[in-house]
Every structure is written in C-alpha cells, then in structure tokens.
C-alpha cells in the first residue's frame, strides 16, 4: 500500500477501487451507452447523463469480490435499458472471423418487426468493441457479426441490444456470455 493509501478508511479505497473498476470496464463501450441510455437521461427531470447511469449500476451490481480482490462481472453490467422487448437467443456460432447469432424475435408485430437488433462484441484486455453494421431486424432471426484480424483470436464478451424503428427506445441489454 502507498503512502497515500495509508491513511484513507478502507471505506473510502473500496469506493474508489469499485468507481475504478467500473470506468475501466465501461470507457470503451462510451458510444453504446450513450445511445442507449439516452431515452432515459432526456425522460430524467435531474441533469443526469448515460455515463452516469451505467456507472451507478456497474458499481452497485457488477463489481463482485472483497477488498482488494474486486472485479467486474460482465454479465450484470447493462449497456442499454429502455421498454423495447428483448429477445430469446438460441445457437452462437464463432469461426475466427465471424460470429453468428440465432434468435428468437418473439411476436412480431406492425409495431415491433422492424426493431433493430444490435450484437456487440468487447475484447476487455484489448479495451475495443465492435458491432454489426448492418441493419438486422427483429423478424431476421439471425445477425452476423464480421470480426476484426487483432479481435479474432480474443475472448469476447457478447451483447444484444435492440431499438426501435426511430432509433429512439431501446431494450435493456443482453449478456450471451464470452467466447
């Protein structure tokens, strides 16, 4: 422990290493959170930002472990959170250059056909995320992902969002697990 530390309650290193944890974890995947907590920070009658609302859930949910030993549990960390319904993932398939992701739309609807689904895989050592760019709806049952060379040999952490036809509402996002 540095010199520094010494003297803090072990209260207030906690709290610092969960805010650390959880910054280092999210940082990369910025531009996701922004849109999909967007719904939510312009509904909110304080001044509040997507940062800020998927930060306060990491730290609250996602950081797991007891003092120093603290990580970060992919699984419970949320990227997007809004009332479009999610879906049912079925089969992910991974070669070295492609994912692919079979699912199950539920009901499709005039309202909800068109819903776009988004598949995002982060490499958390190599601090990068990538996600289809292509238009996938909810009634194609099947999104594919075309990896990047430096992402093709890493662990990746995989999640589905979904927004509606106006890019304005989103889901609340989906862990499928590392590959």
Known sequence: MNQRNQNKPVGQLLTQRRFYLAN???YPLASIIKEGFGPRVRQ?????TARNL??????????????????VDPALILLSD????????????????????????????RINHDDEVML???????????????????????VLLELPDY?????????V????RDR??????QYLGSV
Not at 61 to 67: L, P, R, S
Not at 151 to 159: D, G, K, N, P, S
Request: net charge positive; aromatic share 8%; no cysteine.
């Open 24 to 26: 280092q974890f999210l």
């Open 44 to 48: 909110a009658k304080k001044r509040l």
């Open 54 to 71: 998927a930060m306060a859930h990491a730290i609250k949910y996602a950081i797991k472990g007891e003092y120093p030993d603290l990580f």
């Open 82 to 109: 809004g009332p479009v319904r999610g879906i049912t993932v079925g089969h992910i398939i991974r070669d070295a250059a492609m994912l692919r992701v079979d699912f199950d739309g539920g009901e499709i609807t």
């Open 120 to 142: 995002l895989a982060y490499d958390q050592e190599g601090r990068v995320a990538v996600r289809n760019e292509t238009l996938v709806p909810r009634s194609a049952s099947r």
């Open 151 to 159: 992402m093709q040999e890493a662990r990746l952490h995989l999640y």
């Open 161 to 164: 969002l979904l927004r509606d």
């Open 168 to 173: 304005i509402q989103y889901s609340r996002s």
